[in-house]
């Protein structure tokens, strides 16, 4: 130890008026400095977040620029210099006269490289201090944001970064000592990092990559899902930087690769040394797999600002209950005993709204739930931890095929089109494996299998919307299907109940079912008469049940509702579909076209009473809304540009809010356009009730009589909802 103390003050005094230190803190300061320059000019506090602390959020807010650029920057220059001042006339040669051992001259130098990473990573955190605190001086800080230090999160934060940066540190060293050229370490260093740039830009980078290493700290800035102080990633940083120091020694000591690795003994210990730590690397980087639990189970803790006394789990497919819990003292558990196949299932919060989830049958579900306002932070954690981490929607992302296919390009070119649809699926195959979450877990065989599936189908049904354009354009070209569509068709059974609670699905599986059919009656018409030949089983109850809702819901009339009623309502194995078809209809019925709208009670801002039947003499468009709705904020706009827009015809635009707590609509409404009128209903539960509103935002139309138009209009932002607004007023189709 006192050998190395020696070459560690020795290498302090070579360091002096290099500036090194200064360097590290000056590229540690620079990503606070930016984003306080960035927080200043936005200006733009929320005061609807939960709560926090302003300093580590700061801290986090930088963490990006900082760990995939100014930090490895300043370990490239570090690095890069500290090597330098000994390469220059001979240095590394001149320390073999030295009477300090090679391990202490070797990891001395190291030892400053690492000062300098944390003379690095303090300069952030204090900048992140200094500047936040400037900061506040200059904008308002949201109510909401505590201005304490919160120490541990500070030093987790310091501790993620200093590991994360080992490998990356290590790999240069050796970069720097082998090669005498102060521009090749650094050419080689800035080559690592845009080769990052790139890798990231193609999804190839690999986990071990040392930059990704501390990547992973900006993507991740909470860090563990499961509550660890470190992730896998920083004992990746760590091993990865016990081999690279142990060959970087190793060669800088033997000074020629054949000595230091190709005799007997060292041979022997080189081996020994991948053996023991590459394999603790492979263990270590190898996904892991959340095992099932001996019971299915759901439990939780709810912190929010509005009152939830039930909790409510439903099936998606047909809405219906499967289990209802009661929350106390915040809290809730409830274990099933009924067996729960793989899906995607709603958990209802009271009136709060709900959120999806992915469990099965022998799932154990934790939910952390908290709610201020219109923030809410949810985390969902048990045996389906990388399940409910993965994209939820299974939707793709751009797609040049898809492009293609949608604006009606290249359908000319059956050949390339076929392949560039194959090539897509086969990409988007090969990517839906290599999700996994910050604790290096990867969803379940089942939970792949399934994502497969879904993923092909949006391939599949790419290719039945190419098949009908050119049958469109082209009657007499025969559009070949290729082996590798037949292929892909195979992934997708033609019954398989478990992914019926998709759309995609049912469409699809609908439209390969009546492909034969080319009597000129309507598809869904085509839909019941295929579905009615299937065998008997769940599945065709599901899908009977699906397509007759939706014939049910776009028939014409209540004698279309009946004939529906009585040629299919019957012909379900599990007559527990029937009674809820039946009393699905009598709910269409109530609400259908002409029937008499409800009325209801509400009051305006100016705390006036106001009675749906006071609006009679105009049409009425409702906006049923909630200041904690988010969909509901996307389409509150697109419904007040309308009602500025037909302010002059006999309409009256009503924005109805089912918030619990007065204050929070009071505030929101006060700042929405006067063209819209504001009323907060007096009895949601009789309201929703009436107008069977299961999910908000809801639209609504009732003509000046007081009857139903559409009880479940468009969303405004969809072009329907101007042409059905503009047929009910009587005003010409827009060109």
């Given at each position: 130890m006192q050998n190395?103390?020696?070459?560690?003050?020795?290498?302090?005094?070579?360091?002096?008026?290099?500036?090194?230190?200064?360097?590290?803190g000056i590229l540690g300061a620079i990503s606070p400095l930016i984003w306080t320059i960035v927080t200043i000019i936005q200006d733009t506090p929320n005061q609807n977040k939960l709560p926090y602390n302003y300093f580590t959020e700061f801290i986090e807010n930088c963490l990006d620029?900082?760990?995939?650029?100014?930090?490895?920057?300043?370990?490239?220059?570090?690095?890069?210099?500290?090597?330098?001042?000994?390469?220059?006339?001979?240095?590394?040669?001149?320390?073999?006269?030295?009477?300090?051992?090679?391990?202490?001259?070797?990891?001395?130098?190291?030892?400053?490289?690492l000062i300098a990473n944390l003379i690095s990573i303090f300069s952030l955190?204090?900048?992140?201090?200094?500047?936040?605190?400037?900061?506040?001086?200059?904008?308002?800080?949201?109510?909401?944001?505590?201005?304490?230090?919160?120490i541990g999160s500070v030093l987790l934060v310091a501790a993620r970064l200093f590991i994360a940066g080992l490998f990356f540190t290590a790999l240069q060293y050796i970069i720097s000592v082998l090669l005498p050229s102060f521009i090749w370490s650094i050419l080689i260093g800035f080559f690592l990092l845009l080769a990052y740039l790139f890798l990231t830009a193609f999804k190839v980078v690999p986990d071990w990559y040392p930059i990704e290493l501390l990547g992973k700290i900006a993507t991740y800035k909470k860090g563990s899902d499961l509550g660890y102080w470190f992730t896998y990633s920083a004992a990746v940083s760590c091993i990865c930087a016990i081999i690279a120091l142990y060959i970087g020694f190793e060669w800088y000591k033997h000074k020629k690769i054949k000595l230091a690795f190709c005799t007997g003994k060292r041979a022997a210990m080189l081996v020994a040394v991948l053996i023991v730590f590459g394999g603790l690397l492979y263990y270590t980087l190898t996904p892991r797999v959340m095992e099932p639990h001996n019971r299915t189970v759901i439990?939780?803790?709810?912190?929010?600002?509005?009152?939830?006394?039930?909790?409510?789990?439903?099936?998606?497919?047909?809405?219906?209950t499967i289990a209802e819990i009661t929350v106390k003292d915040n809290k809730f558990h409830y274990a099933f005993t009924k067996n729960m196949p793989l899906d995607t299932y709603e958990l209802a919060l009271g009136s709060i709204g709900s959120i999806t989830l992915t469990m099965a049958t022998n799932d154990s579900t934790f939910l952390d739930f908290k709610k201020r306002k219109q923030s809410t932070d949810i985390a969902l954690t048990g045996t389906r931890l990388a399940e409910n981490l993965y994209k939820k929607d299974n939707q793709l992302g751009w797609s040049?095929?898809?492009?293609?296919?949608?604006?009606?390009?290249?359908?000319?070119?059956?050949?390339?089109?076929?392949?560039?649809?194959?090539?897509?699926?086969?990409?988007?195959?090969?990517?839906?494996?290599?999700?996994?979450?910050?604790?290096?877990?990867?969803?379940?065989?089942?939970?792949?299998?399934?994502?497969?599936?879904?993923?092909?189908?949006?391939?599949?049904?790419?290719?039945?919307?190419?098949?009908?354009?050119?049958?469109?354009?082209?009657p007499n070209e025969e559009t070949k299907e290729t082996?590798?569509?037949?292929?892909?068709?195979?992934?997708?059974?033609?019954?398989?109940?478990?992914?019926?609670?998709?759309?995609?699905?049912?469409?699809?599986?609908?439209?390969?079912?009546?492909?034969?059919?080319?009597?000129?009656?309507?598809?869904?018409?085509?839909?019941?008469?295929?579905?009615?030949k299937l065998e008997p089983g769940s599945f065709k109850d599901k899908m009977l049940f699906k397509q007759l809702k939706k014939s049910m819901e776009e028939a014409s009339d209540k004698k279309e509702r009946d004939s529906l009623a009585v040629l299919y309502a019957d012909n379900f194995s599990n007559k527990r579909y029937t009674d809820i078809i039946l009393y699905r209809k009598q709910i269409i019925e109530k609400l259908a076209k002409g029937k008499q709208a409800p009325l209801f009670d509400a009051i305006t801002i100016n705390n006036k009473?106001?009675?749906?039947?006071?609006?009679?003499?105009?049409?009425?468009?409702?906006?049923?809304?909630?200041?904690?709705?988010?969909?509901?904020?996307?389409?509150?706009?697109?419904?007040?540009?309308?009602?500025?827009?037909?302010?002059?015809?006999?309409?009256?635009?009503?924005?109805?809010?089912?918030?619990?707590?007065?204050?929070?609509?009071?505030?929101?409404?006060?700042?929405?356009?006067?063209?819209?009128l504001q009323l907060h209903i007096n009895n949601k539960n009789e309201f929703s009730k009436n107008y069977n509103v299961t999910g908000i935002p809801r639209f609504i139309l009732i003509d000046p009589e007081g009857n139903l138009v559409n009880a479940e209009m468009p969303f405004p932002d969809d072009q329907t909802f101007e042409q059905l607004l503009r047929q009910a007023l009587g005003l010409e189709e827009q060109k």
């Open positions: 190395f103390t020696t070459a560690l003050k020795a290498e302090h005094i070579k360091k002096k008026g290099t500036g090194l230190y200064v360097v590290a620029p900082f760990s995939t650029f100014f930090f490895p920057l300043m370990i490239i220059i570090t690095v890069s210099r500290i090597t330098q001042l000994d390469h220059k006339n001979g240095g590394w040669q001149l320390m073999e006269t030295q009477p300090v051992k090679k391990i202490s001259i070797y990891f001395s130098k190291f030892s400053v490289i955190i204090s900048g992140c201090f200094l500047f936040g605190y400037i900061a506040s001086l200059i904008i308002e800080v949201p109510e909401n944001a505590s201005l304490s230090f919160e439990a939780g803790i709810i912190d929010s600002d509005m009152p939830i006394d039930k909790i409510y789990i439903r099936d998606i497919f047909i809405s219906d040049s095929v898809n492009y293609y296919i949608r604006e009606n390009v290249y359908l000319d070119k059956p050949d390339f089109i076929t392949k560039e649809l194959v090539s897509g699926w086969e990409e988007a195959m090969a990517e839906s494996d290599k999700f996994k979450t910050v604790d290096n877990y990867v969803p379940r065989d089942d939970f792949k299998q399934k994502n497969k599936k879904l993923l092909t189908l949006n391939y599949l049904n790419m290719w039945n919307d190419f098949l009908k354009k050119r049958a469109a354009l082209y082996p590798e569509i037949t292929e892909m068709k195979k992934v997708v059974a033609l019954n398989d109940e478990g992914l019926l609670s998709n759309a995609d699905y049912f469409n699809y599986v609908s439209s390969q079912i009546t492909a034969e059919d080319t009597e000129d009656v309507s598809q869904n018409t085509k839909s019941l008469r295929a579905i009615a009473p106001v009675n749906l039947a006071d609006l009679r003499g105009k049409y009425v468009a409702i906006d049923v809304w909630a200041t904690w709705c988010a969909p509901c904020k996307y389409q509150s706009p697109y419904f007040e540009k309308f009602a500025v827009k037909y302010k002059n015809e006999n309409i009256q635009f009503v924005a109805v809010s089912t918030d619990d707590k007065m204050d929070d609509w009071y505030v929101e409404a006060k700042s929405k356009s006067k063209s819209v």
